[in-house]
């Protein structure tokens, strides 16, 4: 599946596409602005200098007639630009504020200092769960998000799908967003949340719809049981060293401090769009976590070479 790059300037779902011809006429209109502001200051300063008086100052300046109708047209060009985007705000607004009256979807996603926690309920308690840094999403479908904060103020951002959404700490705040065609969609943290602001993204993973609903049962499974003796050691290491924050569903890791690890290796990337997700990467995100990403919750895990390697091989059966 094609990943989209970080991008504004086009839409790939109806709540962007709604105000993206907002955003162009906007764009245009500043460059125009800037275009013309430049222009006059050229033409200002190719001018003939000004003369000084045998008194040695400078003559006053004189009005003449029509002197003030640049200032008035100027005024009435801004005020007809300024009033045609209010009204085209509004009625943007109008189109994307309204929540969908019944959406395919809802997930609760919280962000954490530096990740994000998506939660996908259900009516039944055994087919819900919990995933990290990763959306995934039915093409087409409208998903209601209900967006929370956990420690200090985030923002939800997916350019391409939707607009950017406060995450305030206390405050329980709703958006959605609808892919119209299948692709790995980045989102980012658009709110300045400490030291690792910059590495908070997440993705978006829109599927055709058979897709997600095979990830959805998978993500329902529990981890299965350790087939090697090596296996078996990465799990005793999970259960007595990454239990203290991780939850594992089917062993004894319950906690949730940090993102749940059930099915970490089905995910493109690593602390939160940091790191590809492959062997290497994961090795040296639990050795040198601070290394990684200074100023995370995660500490180093000073394990052996022989633990890492027992770790790795059962984190690996986690898909």
């Known amino acids: ?24 006429f906007l764009l245009l209109v500043s460059i ?10 050229w033409r200002a300063l190719r001018g003939p ?10 003559p006053a300046v004189r009005r003449g007639e029509g002197a003030a109708r640049p200032i008035l047209v100027g005024v009435a060009i801004s005020s007809v630009i300024l009033l045609i985007a209010l009204g085209w705000t509004m009625v943007a607004l109008a189109q994307v504020a309204p929540m969908p009256r019944r959406p395919e979807i809802e997930i609760d996603v919280t962000a ?8 996908y309920g259900a009516s039944e308690p055994d087919q819900t769960f919990s995933t990290a840094n990763e959306i995934h999403v039915p093409v087409g479908a409208k998903v209601l998000l209900r967006l929370h904060g956990a420690d200090v103020i985030h ?17 329980v705040n709703l958006t959605w967003l609808q892919a119209d065609k299948p692709g790995v969609y980045r989102g980012q943290c658009q709110e300045y949340c400490g030291l690792q602001h910059a590495h908070m993204a997440f993705e978006v993973v829109a599927e055709p719809p058979a897709q997600y ?12 049981p350790p087939a090697t003796p090596a296996q078996a050691e990465g799990l005793a290491l ?7 924050c991780h939850t594992v569903r089917g062993t004894t890791a319950g906690s949730n401090v940090g993102p749940d690890l059930t099915h970490v290796m089905s995910r493109r990337m690593l602390a939160a769009g940091t790191l590809p997700n492959n ?13 990684v990403k200074p100023g995370t919750l995660m500490p180093a895990q000073q394990l052996s070479g022989p633990q890492l390697q027992a770790l790795l091989a059962y984190l690996e059966t986690l898909k």
């Open 1 to 24: 599946m094609s990943r989209i790059p970080l991008g504004y300037l086009d839409s790939a779902g109806a709540r962007a596409a709604a105000t993206l011809p907002l955003t162009w």
């Open 279 to 291: 062997r290497a990467m994961l090795a040296g995100w639990i050795e040198d976590p601070q290394g």
């Open 238 to 244: 999970v259960e007595y060293r990454c239990a203290v």
């Open 49 to 58: 200098a000004g003369t000084i008086g045998a008194d040695g100052k400078a």
């Open 155 to 171: 923002s939800f951002w997916v350019p391409k799908l939707t607009g950017k959404t406060d995450m305030i700490p206390g405050q």
């Open 32 to 41: 125009a602005v800037c275009l013309a502001i430049t222009y006059l200051l």
């Open 213 to 224: 609903a095979a990830w959805r049962r998978a993500q329902l499974q529990t981890a299965p």
């Open 112 to 119: 954490h200092q530096w990740w994000w926690q998506a939660d």
